[in-house]
């Protein structure tokens, strides 16, 4: 098949990784319909994929991966930058130099027998401003496959790069699937990522938080924009105004469902609606107008299955019901569906689990879908999804929402007293580890911006990088910065606050003071609500203006003790702490007393 374009740096590239992989043949992805049903059969005759019920589950498909390979590996991840000062110290760092040499010696040869897929994708839409050029080169249709959903796949995606040399280079090798030989690793400098041994999505759709995230963040770093790891959310009031905000929130802490969120009945009666732009990543950069606009580069959702169902996620359960690919869950062999564990109640007896082994769910007691089992479904078919989705120029960001899990420490919602106080705020970011997480329960896991693993470069750097944005925007029209916490508990244990689609409370309020309509209490560390400025109708016997009163209570000695441990945190970056960040910390300090 000849190439699908003139632009010399991207054949020279290729004919060197051609050289490198030896692959028996050569296909371009075009993104026409044709090819993809061709790969979708090839991929079912040699058992890469099982076709499912199509009547049920119109074009969908199930695929398992090695069991060694079910998740992100962060401790094979490495930012490979020019030195480790530039990697900075929550980043694996190794030497690019040596880093190359190490992973061809690993690639060298392993496509043979195997075909070689040029995937040419763009990170947002075709042509927006904000749009980012990739090329992977996978030996996996399972690879392709995904990318098609994750990303805007194509040979219009050439034609605009054009003779440009923008553009990402991605590399991914199957080899063995050999865990101790699997490397993710990513050439900031060089706009380059390659992963070798493994098949799983997070380490091999390399749009995703490689590109995405990793190279983009330093892209952004470089050429005056952001790269964040954060959903976008419309809300439209009864008016029918949109006002979007960009949340960050590390893993477990309900992210999908606040991008999906479905609004209380009191809400919805009134006429409210909420719009998912993005239930990942936001790209954010200053539009002519002089606010931050951001987009959501992907054109997919890459979602954990299990805990997906009607009831904590609808809109989620409905993007899997066409085109989706399913990793790592259970096989119903008597439908030819799937399922996973909190779907529902009901188990299939007669089953496959994620491994490939037969499993009667009613009587097993090991699980039949892997924890981390993935659906990889089109953006579009999500009930929700916002009709500014493929608006090239973004949508304008009213509020930017920071989030962890605090049992005790974190009110319900407080916001920043200006943009530097944010940026701290985003950057002593935590989680109290649960059950799911191995190790101890309870154990402050910081996450600045949710970004630990995702930052391409120095944090410290990333951090002045907030600062130098927020320097540039004029304060009226900066996004206002706030901070939630959905998991504060009572002295039983029991959470305080309802959660779910009752978050839209608090997102209220948030817009309220972005548009000046409601007063805040100023408090030892931002402003806090008035109890009576959240509205709890329909929450009666849930939420009372004192239990209220109590979640936003902000506790003076667990902040003493926080403090503590953010400026451990901060020593970690040692003279590289921006200047502002620490005398927010002496601020926090000097108010805690």
């Known amino acids: 098949m000849s190439a699908l374009t003139s632009n010399k740096s991207v054949l020279s590239w290729i004919d060197e990784k051609v050289e490198l992989v030896k692959p028996d043949k050569i296909v371009w992805i075009d993104g026409s319909q044709e090819q993809i049903e061709e790969l979708r059969a090839t991929a079912c005759s040699t058992g890469e994929l099982i076709k499912l019920n199509q009547e049920l589950l119109p074009d969908c498909y199930l695929h398992r991966t090695a069991v060694n390979d079910v998740a992100?590996?962060?401790?094979?991840?490495?930012?490979?930058?020019?030195?480790?000062?530039?990697?900075?110290?929550?980043?694996?760092?190794?030497?690019?130099?040596?880093?190359?040499?190490?992973?061809?010696?690993?690639?060298?040869?392993?496509?043979?027998?195997?075909?070689?897929?040029?995937?040419?994708?763009?990170?947002?839409?075709?042509?927006?401003?904000?749009?980012?050029?990739?090329?992977?080169?996978?030996?996996?249709?399972?690879?392709?496959?995904?990318?098609?959903?994750?990303?805007?796949?194509?040979?219009?995606?050439?034609?605009?790069?054009?003779?440009?040399?923008?553009?990402?280079?991605?590399?991914?090798?199957?080899?063995?699937?050999?865990?101790?030989?699997?490397?993710?690793?990513?050439?900031?400098?060089?706009?380059?990522?390659?992963?070798?041994?493994?098949?799983?999505?997070?380490?091999v759709l390399l749009g995703k938080k490689c590109f995405a995230l990793r190279i983009a963040s330093y892209q952004g770093w470089k050429e005056g924009w952001q790269a964040e790891h954060m959903l976008i959310l419309g809300i439209q009031n009864p008016e029918g105004e949109v006002k979007y905000i960009c949340a960050a929130f590390p893993s477990a802490c309900g992210k999908t469902n606040l991008a999906m969120l479905i609004p209380p009945e009191i809400y919805a009666e009134k006429g409210y609606k909420v719009w998912c732009v993005g239930d990942d990543i936001s790209w954010i950069r200053k539009g002519p107008d002089g606010r931050?606009?951001?987009?959501?580069?992907?054109?997919?959702?890459?979602?954990?299955?299990?805990?997906?169902?009607?009831?904590?996620?609808?809109?989620?359960l409905a993007s899997t019901k066409k085109g989706t690919i399913f990793t790592n869950v259970a096989h119903n062999l008597d439908n030819n569906t799937v399922w996973w564990e909190g779907l529902d109640k009901n188990p299939p007896a007669n089953a496959v689990e994620w491994k490939g082994n037969p499993w009667n769910g009613q009587e097993s007691e090991e699980k039949g879908a892997h924890p981390n089992s993935?659906?990889?479904?089109?953006?579009?078919?999500?009930?929700?999804?916002?009709?500014?989705?493929?608006?090239?120029?973004?949508?304008?960001i009213s509020a930017i929402v920071f989030g962890g899990r605090r049992a005790k420490l974190a009110p319900l919602v407080y916001q920043s007293r200006d943009w530097n106080h944010g940026v701290f705020v985003g950057s002593i970011m935590a989680s109290e580890t649960t059950a799911a997480a191995a190790g101890a329960v309870g154990v402050v896991r910081r996450d600045p911006m949710a970004m630990l693993p995702f930052c391409g470069y120095n944090m410290a750097d990333y951090w002045q990088h907030w600062i130098d944005i927020g320097a540039d925007l004029d304060p009226e029209k900066a996004p206002k910065i706030f901070n939630v916490n959905w998991f504060r508990k009572d002295d039983e244990g029991n959470f305080m606050w309802p959660?779910?689609?009752?978050?839209?409370?608090?997102?209220?309020?948030?817009?309220?003071?972005?548009?000046?309509?409601?007063?805040?209490?100023?408090?030892?560390?931002?402003?806090?609500?008035?109890?009576?400025?959240?509205?709890?109708?329909?929450?009666e016997g849930e939420v009372s203006i004192d239990s209220l009163n109590s979640i936003l209570e902000v506790e003076k000695e667990l902040w003493q003790e926080d403090a503590k441990g953010i400026e451990e945190f901060y020593a970690k970056f040692g003279?590289?702490?921006?200047?502002?960040?620490?005398?927010?910390?002496e601020t926090l300090k000097k108010n805690v007393q």
């Open 499 to 539: 959660g779910f689609g009752d978050n839209l409370r608090v997102l209220d309020w948030i817009i309220d003071r972005c548009e000046g309509k409601v007063d805040a209490k100023s408090t030892e560390i931002g402003y806090i609500p008035y109890a009576e400025d959240i509205n709890i109708e329909g929450l």
């Open 72 to 203: 992100r590996v962060e401790g094979r991840t490495f930012i490979c930058a020019n030195s480790k000062e530039e990697a900075g110290p929550t980043n694996n760092w190794m030497d690019p130099a040596e880093a190359y040499e190490m992973l061809y010696d690993i690639a060298r040869d392993s496509y043979k027998g195997r075909t070689m897929y040029v995937i040419p994708y763009s990170m947002g839409p075709v042509g927006s401003p904000f749009a980012k050029v990739g090329i992977e080169l996978t030996d996996s249709i399972y690879v392709v496959l995904n990318m098609v959903i994750m990303t805007r796949v194509g040979k219009d995606v050439l034609e605009v790069l054009g003779d440009s040399n923008d553009w990402v280079r991605g590399l991914h090798c199957r080899c063995d699937i050999d865990e101790e030989k699997r490397y993710i690793c990513q050439f900031p400098q060089d706009n380059t990522i390659i992963s070798v041994n493994s098949g799983y999505g997070g380490n």
């Open 292 to 316: 931050l606009y951001a987009i959501n580069p992907e054109n997919g959702f890459f979602g954990v299955a299990p805990g997906t169902n009607e009831k904590s996620n609808p809109n989620a």
């Open 374 to 396: 993935r659906f990889t479904a089109p953006a579009v078919n999500c009930p929700c999804l916002s009709s500014e989705f493929e608006n090239p120029n973004g949508v304008p």
């Open 575 to 585: 003279d590289k702490i921006p200047p502002v960040l620490a005398a927010e910390l």
